[in-house]
């Protein structure tokens, strides 16, 4: 039996599935924006890029600093929406 298109994740809940698995191994509140989406479709796969902002181990911001972001790439399959693999990703 063949599943239905409906039965997929879409973006949306591929990115929340990304966001969610990152959170179980970070420790506080982290802020993350999504930065790339891309569905390969012939893999069942969807690859979410989120944008981790750095934490200042200070918790304060000086004069003309810019917080720095480091970005992970999440492997997410798009049937079960189970995430298959987390890396850095280097921009």
Same mark, same amino acid.
């Given at each position: 039996?063949?599943?239905?298109? $409906?039965d997929l %994740?879409? !973006? =949306?809940?591929? !990115?929340?599935?990304? !966001?969610k698995?990152?959170r179980?191994?970070c $420790?506080?509140?982290?802020v993350? $924006? /999504? +930065?790339?989406?891309?569905h390969? $479709?012939s893999?069942? @796969?969807? @690859? %979410?890029? @989120?944008g /981790?902002q750095?934490?200042n181990? *200070?918790?304060?911001? @000086?004069?003309g600093q810019?917080?720095d972001?480091? *970005?992970? +790439?999440?492997?997410?399959?798009e =049937?079960?929406g189970?995430?298959i693999?987390m890396?850095?990703?280097? %921009?």
């Amino acid at each position: 039996m063949e599943e239905k298109k $409906s039965d997929l %994740i879409d !973006a =949306k809940d591929a !990115a929340n599935v990304a !966001a969610k698995y990152y959170r179980n191994f970070c $420790s506080g509140d982290t802020v993350f $924006s /999504v +930065e790339e989406i891309e569905h390969r $479709s012939s893999e069942g @796969l969807w @690859l %979410i890029t @989120l944008g /981790v902002q750095k934490k200042n181990p *200070y918790g304060i911001m @000086l004069a003309g600093q810019t917080e720095d972001k480091e *970005y992970k +790439e999440f492997t997410v399959d798009e =049937k079960t929406g189970a995430v298959i693999k987390m890396k850095i990703r280097k %921009i």
